[in-house]
């Protein structure tokens, strides 16, 4: 009772407290003061039978995993497969006690305060883990092994620390209460670290990266729901282990995990010694020249630098961010509070030259370094003779920058088209109809993005994927640069940008940052990188995998929203969408999944289309019933279906 009493009283806490916190609570800072944040909406009719459609699917999802570890026998299998479900049946209680004691309205709640989204969160990187070990070669099972069980971790010690906040309505936020619960986790998660043959250091380390990563995605105010912040935590936890690993490669010269990660991308693409792939379908191959760590010209399989430079390019991003986050806010809070007059200007202009000056110096001090000691090669050079010294890179370059300049122009003209005011009408009451256009709906102008992302990728994969992928990763950390830049309102593209992209949010939009559109990007990358870097993958239908995400964004997301806008009558339980846009979409998408087979010369065999039809129908439902950000959640989920087909 003492220990409560001082947990209670001493130690500051998110949210208000539920029935089980008797003693006042400090008064909560919110992160940032100056954002007037819209009132969470109620829920609407339905959404227990949604939710309860939710989680009938992950059931089954999960199911059909935890059915092909046990399938395939050994009892580290058998060990990861019973913590699967355990993560799974305690996601969904969680969500469940979540209704009685809700979270904090700075929590990201899309259809109710009470959808924090966890049932799915806590499965989603475990799941895609598993889906890899199970059609994995036998030359990656310790590597694949030991992600999933850190993976499982995470879920486990995330329930753990809820249940251990007082139930779900508080999550402790003291320093000291943190480590001695991270402490007292990381030695109850030893179970599938023991299981995955991890050893204790590791897991503290990840278990920081992760805690620290989610409590910055959960103090942003309504970027994330819970289950969003924890599998975009779990992912930058995974994604900076491995980074720590090829750093400690690059001072130590352990090769082993980097050698395994190179075999299997030369073997997933088909690549000889010295040669470079140009496309999945097709095993034809280039040479490229690249710069070794010395200048020295040479020539080697791009594949070799590929995960290196990836993962280095999108640590790098997250660390530029963090490095600038103080000053970028502090730019944002003197942008938003009003005229910069005085010392109010002043400050600006010390915070400016603040930020200019941190940003190249830890680009070129700690970036760049970096990336040229783990990689061995010059990455701008690489990068630089990557893109410009072939013919269909170039080509690539300007079909994309010439698609974009025009899409870019076609938005701008019918959003402006769209809001100019129409010319009223007093003796109805309304507009005239011939004074302006009809505005576009917002739902249109968003998935028009959506196939334009088909237009952009779809030949990329098909001429020199590999390429692409790099690009993928470029392109991700310059939309998280940009994304700053309008944080902080930082000129010369600030409020620029500001006022570009505002005209596109929805109500997932609520937060200080906008990320749907770098979940668009991420949700068409991941599948290509996870393919390309998924060791030993043995799937019938491999060179449709990359393309998983783009044919549920692309061809599934967009068709469901427009067969939904126009021909839509029965609606989903607690949502706006509509069982037709729904049939629309999964018609859609194995209407895209046959054409991209025919074209990459690997059509589905007729045996399985009755599991590739079962694994769109589920991601079509999915599609409708969740309320977390679909770009990053479908992908993931349809390419661990996908994988599982047979």
């Known amino acids: 009772a003492k220990l409560r009493w001082h947990m209670d009283t001493s130690f500051p806490r998110f949210g208000v407290g539920g029935p089980r916190l008797r ?31 939710e989680t009938l699917i992950i059931l089954v ?35 469940e006690i979540n209704k009685v004691w809700p979270f904090r309205t700075s929590f990201r709640t899309s259809g109710g305060a009470a959808d924090s989204g ?50 779900l309505g508080t999550v402790g936020t003291s320093p000291r209460y943190l480590m001695a619960l991270l402490l007292a986790s990381a030695l109850l998660a030893r179970a599938p670290l023991r299981t995955a043959g991890v050893d204790l250091s590791p897991l503290i380390m990840n278990l920081t990266v992760y805690f620290v990563t989610l409590r910055v995605c959960l103090s942003l105010p309504r970027c994330f729901t819970l289950g969003e912040g924890v599998t975009v935590s779990s992912a930058i936890a995974l994604m900076f282990w491995q980074a720590a ?9 352990d090769l082993s995990l980097s050698k395994i990660l190179r075999e299997a991308i030369n073997e997933n693409l088909g690549i000889e010694p010295s040669a470079v792939p140009t496309s999945l379908a097709t095993n034809t191959t280039t040479t490229t020249p690249v710069v070794d760590i010395n200048g020295d010209e040479v020539i080697a399989p791009f594949g070799s630098e590929f995960p290196v430079m990836t993962l280095g390019v999108l640590t790098a991003s997250i660390v530029i961010v963090v490095v600038t986050y103080f000053p970028n806010q502090q730019l944002r809070r003197l942008a938003l509070g009003g005229q910069r007059k005085g010392p109010r200007a002043q400050a600006w202009s010390k915070w400016l030259t603040i930020y200019y000056l941190v940003l190249p110096l830890v680009l070129l001090g700690l970036v760049i370094p970096w990336l040229q000691a783990i990689s061995g090669v010059s990455p701008i050079i690489w990068v630089f003779k990557l893109m410009f010294t072939s013919s269909t890179h170039m080509r690539m370059l300007c079909y994309w920058a010439g698609t974009l300049a025009l899409a870019i122009a076609l938005v701008r003209r019918k959003g402006s088209s769209s809001s100019a005011p129409a010319a009223s009408d007093s003796s109805t009451g309304g507009a005239t109809p011939s004074s302006a256009p009809a505005p576009i709906p917002n739902i249109i102008v968003r998935k028009f993005f959506h196939l334009l992302a088909l237009v952009l990728f779809v030949p990329g994969l098909m001429v020199d994927a590999p390429f692409l992928g790099v690009s993928y990763a470029l392109a991700c950390a310059l939309f998280v640069f940009m994304e700053t830049l309008k944080f902080g309102r930082i000129p010369p593209l600030g409020p620029w940008l500001a006022a570009f992209m505002d005209g596109f949010t929805d109500a997932r939009d609520q937060g200080v940052f906008t990320l749907t559109h ?30 998983a995400g783009l044919i549920v964004i692309g061809l599934g997301d967009s068709f469901a929203s427009l067969a939904g806008l126009y021909f839509g009558r029965h609606k989903w339980p607690g949502t706006g969408k509509t069982v037709e846009g729904t049939l629309g979409g999964v018609l859609s998408m194995l209407a895209g999944v046959w054409l991209l087979g025919h074209i990459t010369g690997t059509p589905i065999p007729a045996s399985s289309w009755g599991w590739v039809g079962a694994a769109t129908v589920l991601a079509g439902v999915m599609e409708a019933a969740t309320t977390q950000i679909d770009n990053l959640v479908l992908p993931l989920f349809y390419y661990s279906l996908f994988l599982l087909t047979k």
């Open 518 to 547: 770098i979940y668009l990007l991420l949700g068409c990358a991941v599948p290509l990188w996870m393919t390309m870097m998924a060791p030993s993958v043995q799937v019938p239908h491999l060179s449709i995998l990359p393309y």
């Open 23 to 53: 003693y006042a609570q400090p008064t909560q800072r919110t992160p940032v003061p100056e954002e007037d944040l819209p009132p969470s909406p109620p829920p609407p009719p339905g959404t227990k039978q949604r939710r309860w459609i």
């Open 61 to 95: 999802w999960i199911g059909m995993i935890i059915y092909e570890l046990i399938r395939q026998g050994g009892v580290r299998r058998v060990q990861l497969a019973g913590l699967l479900g355990a993560v799974t049946i305690g996601g969904i209680i969680c969500q």
């Open 245 to 253: 690993h090829l750093t400690y490669v690059a001072t130590f010269g």
């Open 118 to 167: 966890l049932a799915l969160g806590l499965v989603l990187v475990p799941a895609l883990l598993a889906s890899i070990l199970i059609t994995a070669g036998a030359d990656a099972q310790t590597m694949l092994v030991q992600y999933l069980g850190v993976s499982l971790s995470f879920s486990c010690v995330t329930i753990l620390t809820l249940v251990a906040s007082s139930g």
